[in-house]
């Protein structure tokens, strides 16, 4: 079992910025990536950033130049730093985990979702 940890959401105006966190913790072997994906109403959960236990990181189009992602090893932590935020931003934000237990079974685990909504 991992527990997946979520916290930085909330509202903020267009053009504000937003720091997300993500701290996974439990059965976790080895760590392959972490990463962030979003739902909006209506839409389908798109991925918006991830990065690998490497450091490549990899971007969905529409937030490339104005969100970045980054890692904490050590404490198993994600981060998505969110700027120049826009009102499509709005959706919940899921954090992901890609991981492997001490069987080296993989898993993909997802966090409960925290709330962005940036006004106009």
């Known amino acids: 079992q991992v527990q997946l940890v979520e916290s930085g959401g909330g509202l903020v105006q267009a053009g504000g910025s937003l720091r997300l966190s993500c701290a996974a913790s439990?059965?976790?072997?080895?760590?392959?990536?972490m990463g962030w994906y979003r739902q909006a109403p209506g839409k389908q959960r798109e991925l918006v950033a991830d990065?690998?236990?490497?450091?490549?990181?990899n971007y969905g189009d529409s937030v490339k130049g104005r969100f970045t992602i980054s890692d904490d090893n050590v404490k198993n932590t994600v981060y998505l730093q969110m700027n120049s935020l826009k009102p499509e931003d709005t959706a919940v934000y899921y954090c992901?985990?890609?991981?492997?237990?001490?069987?080296?079974?993989?898993?993909?685990?997802w966090g409960q979702g925290t709330q962005v909504t940036v006004s106009s």
């Open positions: 992901n985990v890609k991981y492997r237990d001490s069987n080296w079974y993989s898993y993909s685990s």
């Open positions: 439990g059965s976790i072997f080895r760590l392959n990536a």
């Open positions: 990065i690998t236990s490497g450091g490549s990181t």
